[in-house]
């Protein structure tokens, strides 16, 4: 098979914008401009959401949902800092907690008191904790990151990890990996077609994303001294064949969390928006509504 060089993938966001009917926007935050998307426009009866895309990916990860969300809703989806069409700095500092008060500033001036998130990943970790100094009505997180595998983890304890070697492509061979391997672990159609437009992207991305991948492992659990009893409503997706976060990553939700809506998606891996995208936006809709006041 060719491997394709030419880096189609400018085009093809375009072209996704516009079909969606989303305004692409930016703005300057810590030192970094931030792109974004936005359709719709904040009001008292209407609810805003931000959607929080994880590692190595981007705001366009949430096409499929905006396809499926109400129309009227105000939703938010930026390219975090680092990531997409948003700045990298080499002199940054990319943790979550730091990227957290990133999306505070930004979110800072929102004219809403019906504020929603939903993160994926490493966005979902990145929710975690904004669920704690936002506050909002409601938290969705999709197989999230700095969550740990076991109920007794020391959430501060040294944290080492070996998914650099499939979350971060060194080569063709590695994308191909990378994009077979995030949702069930089998080669697909879908997959192969996404490595071989986002390839030339991701590989110009090695250095930012080694960078990124530490400062995350930095403080890898984080995001999880951020929940608890007193979290907004909460709702956890995932997918039970998920080999970047294992399914397993639920159970501590059952005690640190006793009252998050859980919703485990079978045949899925670690990317239900993409993967299952009318299930996962159907229950995420209807949470939404329960909590929109």
Same mark, same amino acid.
């Given at each position: 098979?060719?491997i +394709?060089?030419a880096n189609l993938?400018?085009a *093809?966001?375009? $072209?996704q @914008?516009?079909?969606?009917?989303a305004r692409r926007?930016?703005?300057?935050?810590?030192?970094?401009?931030?792109?974004?998307?936005?359709r719709?426009?904040?009001?008292?009866d209407r609810?805003?959401?931000?959607?929080i895309?994880?590692f *190595?990916a981007?705001k366009e /990860?949430?096409?499929l949902w905006l396809q499926r969300l109400?129309?009227h809703?105000?939703?938010?989806?930026?390219?975090?800092?680092?990531?997409g069409?948003s700045d990298? @700095?080499?002199? *940054?500092?990319?943790r979550?907690?730091t990227?957290?008060q990133r999306?505070?500033?930004?979110?800072?001036?929102?004219?809403?008191?019906?504020?929603?998130? %939903?993160?994926s990943?490493m966005?979902?970790?990145?929710? &975690?904790?904004?669920?704690?100094?936002?506050?909002?009505?409601s938290?969705?997180?999709? /197989? !999230?990151?700095?969550? +740990?595998?076991?109920?007794?983890v020391?959430?501060?304890?040294?944290?080492q !990890?070996d998914r650099?070697?499939?979350?971060?492509p060194r080569?063709?061979k590695?994308v191909y990996?990378?994009?077979?391997?995030?949702g069930?672990?089998?080669?697909?159609? !879908?997959?192969?077609a996404? %490595?071989?437009?986002? $390839?030339p992207?991701?590989l110009?991305?090695?250095?930012a994303?080694?960078h990124?991948?530490?400062d995350m492992l &930095?403080d %890898?659990?984080a995001? *999880?001294r951020?929940?608890?009893?007193?979290? +907004?409503?909460?709702?956890?997706?995932?997918?039970?064949?998920?080999?970047?976060t294992?399914?397993r990553c639920?159970n501590?939700f059952?005690?640190?969390?006793?009252?998050a809506?859980?919703?485990?998606f079978? $045949?899925v891996?670690?990317l239900?928006m993409?993967e299952?995208?009318r @299930? !996962?936006a &159907?229950?995420l809709?209807r949470f939404?509504?329960?909590?929109?006041?």
């Amino acid at each position: 098979m060719r491997i +394709p060089t030419a880096n189609l993938w400018p085009a *093809a966001r375009v $072209g996704q @914008r516009l079909l969606l009917q989303a305004r692409r926007r930016d703005t300057l935050i810590d030192g970094h401009k931030l792109v974004y998307l936005e359709r719709g426009k904040p009001g008292p009866d209407r609810p805003t959401l931000v959607l929080i895309h994880g590692f *190595a990916a981007m705001k366009e /990860n949430w096409g499929l949902w905006l396809q499926r969300l109400p129309r009227h809703w105000h939703l938010l989806v930026p390219d975090l800092p680092g990531f997409g069409e948003s700045d990298y @700095r080499p002199d *940054a500092c990319y943790r979550y907690e730091t990227q957290a008060q990133r999306l505070e500033q930004w979110l800072a001036d929102l004219d809403s008191d019906n504020l929603h998130l %939903a993160g994926s990943s490493m966005g979902g970790a990145i929710a &975690a904790v904004l669920a704690h100094t936002l506050a909002p009505r409601s938290v969705t997180l999709l /197989n !999230s990151a700095g969550i +740990p595998e076991h109920e007794q983890v020391d959430l501060r304890a040294p944290f080492q !990890s070996d998914r650099d070697e499939l979350l971060i492509p060194r080569d063709w061979k590695g994308v191909y990996r990378m994009f077979n391997s995030v949702g069930t672990g089998q080669p697909t159609m !879908s997959g192969l077609a996404m %490595a071989g437009l986002l $390839g030339p992207d991701l590989l110009g991305r090695r250095d930012a994303l080694e960078h990124i991948f530490r400062d995350m492992l &930095a403080d %890898a659990l984080a995001p *999880a001294r951020y929940l608890g009893p007193d979290t +907004p409503p909460l709702q956890v997706q995932w997918g039970d064949r998920d080999v970047i976060t294992p399914s397993r990553c639920v159970n501590w939700f059952h005690t640190a969390t006793p009252q998050a809506e859980i919703h485990m998606f079978r $045949g899925v891996g670690h990317l239900p928006m993409l993967e299952t995208p009318r @299930r !996962s936006a &159907a229950v995420l809709e209807r949470f939404i509504r329960r909590h929109e006041g």
